[in-house]
């Protein structure tokens, strides 16, 4: 074995060192890089193990008293807009969500947009939408099940179930008219072409 | 004149069979309670087991069970409806919820997948760092016979030639 002596193994260490410290170096330099790439502005679809696969069974009523069933809205564009009264990010993207609405009706074939009511009262909805537009139905959801069914934890969610009933696109967090406009578009395009 | 002395076992060695015995009866106790069947379990009980084993999606390490976050409860009503339908065992139950909300919903991780990294990480780091120790420890022990080389004993022959005679002498 090779004799290093004292002055040999002090290299050795000091040069140990300096790998070390560069491998560390590196592994921070990559973190960041992920954190720095990986950007919260991406609005591709959310993950959840329902996109490509039927939607959930949804029956309930909507704010009017009226029966809702998911499964009798097969052959239109569905969207889902689980929404709250009191949160604020709900409140910010509400204009927007009243001028997609605004621009799916002059559409020939709307898109149906549904408000569903997340742990907040009828008359609290109610007085939103009557202080900020939005002539959409509300659907309820009193015990949770349609939010469980979605995996929805945080508020505003939305949603889009093609015509056939199969879920295709979720965002977390607020959205924008732009937004969804462009991925309906694609959407649409795509389920023609299918 | 000294006659032999009649050997003597070691406390230590006198007890081991004590110890022994009380290592079996500990470990059958141990199996006995584990493998105790505790009777049938009420709905309620079932739906506190479940939710004591889910993660508010929305809160920092708080159980179902315990919080009062709206997620919370839509995800404790949803076991309750899962238990009175009867359909589903509390395997299938939890799964179901994670199937909905992902594997962050787990209080304890599965130990199968990506998730098994929580459990073979921690205990890689302990064999990693005690081997790392030892090898360490065995490195230094080694370093104090270390024998210097021809560069070393020059190098403090040197040192030694330079040095002032005089350090002997009291100032002033």
């Known amino acids: 074995m090779r004799d290093r002596g004292i002055g040999g193994s002090t290299a050795f260490r000091g040069r140990r060192s300096s790998v070390i410290a560069t491998a560390v170096g590196i592994v921070v330099a990559l973190f960041f890089i992920v954190l720095v790439v990986s950007s919260p502005e991406d609005r591709e679809s959310a993950a959840s193990p329902l996109l490509g696969n039927p939607a959930p069974v949804v029956k309930s009523t909507t704010l009017d008293d009226m029966q809702f069933e998911l499964s009798r809205r097969r052959g239109s564009w569905v969207m889902f807009n689980f929404f709250n009264s009191t949160c604020v990010p709900c409140r910010q993207e509400h204009p927007e969500l009243v001028a997609f609405h605004e621009a799916q009706a002059a559409a020939g074939t709307p898109t149906e947009l549904y408000s569903v009511i997340n742990d907040d009262s009828d008359n609290a909805v109610r007085a939103f939408f009557e202080a900020n537009r939005g002539d959409w139905s509300k659907i309820r959801d009193d015990d949770g099940s349609i939010a469980v069914a979605f995996g929805v934890a945080k508020v505003p969610e939305t949603w889009i179930i093609d015509p056939n009933g199969y879920v295709r696109m979720r965002f977390i967090g607020a959205v924008t008219k732009n937004l969804l406009d462009e991925k309906l578009t694609e959407l649409q395009a795509a389920f023609e072409g299918m | ?172």
């Open chain 2, 1 to 172: 004149m000294n006659l032999p002395r009649p050997r003597s076992q070691s406390p230590r060695l006198k007890s081991w069979p004590m110890w022994m015995l009380m290592g079996i009866v500990t470990v059958c106790l141990l199996a006995i309670g584990a493998g105790r069947e505790g009777g049938p379990l009420t709905q309620q009980e079932r739906i506190d087991g479940i939710t004591k084993r889910l993660a508010c999606p929305t809160c920092d390490g708080e159980s179902v069970f315990v919080s009062q976050a709206s997620a919370a409860v839509n995800i404790k009503n949803e076991v309750a409806r899962q238990v009175a339908a009867g359909q589903r065992d509390d395997e299938q139950i939890v799964a179901l919820i994670e199937d909905r909300f992902g594997g962050r919903v787990l209080l304890v991780p599965r130990a199968t997948g990506f998730d098994s990294l929580v459990w073979v990480l921690p205990v890689s780091v302990l064999v990693c760092s005690v081997a790392g120790l030892a090898a360490t420890f065995r490195r230094w022990r080694r370093e104090q016979g270390l024998v210097p080389s021809d560069d070393d004993r020059a190098l403090v022959a040197q040192l030694l030639a330079e040095e002032p005679e005089d350090h002997d002498e009291v100032p002033g």
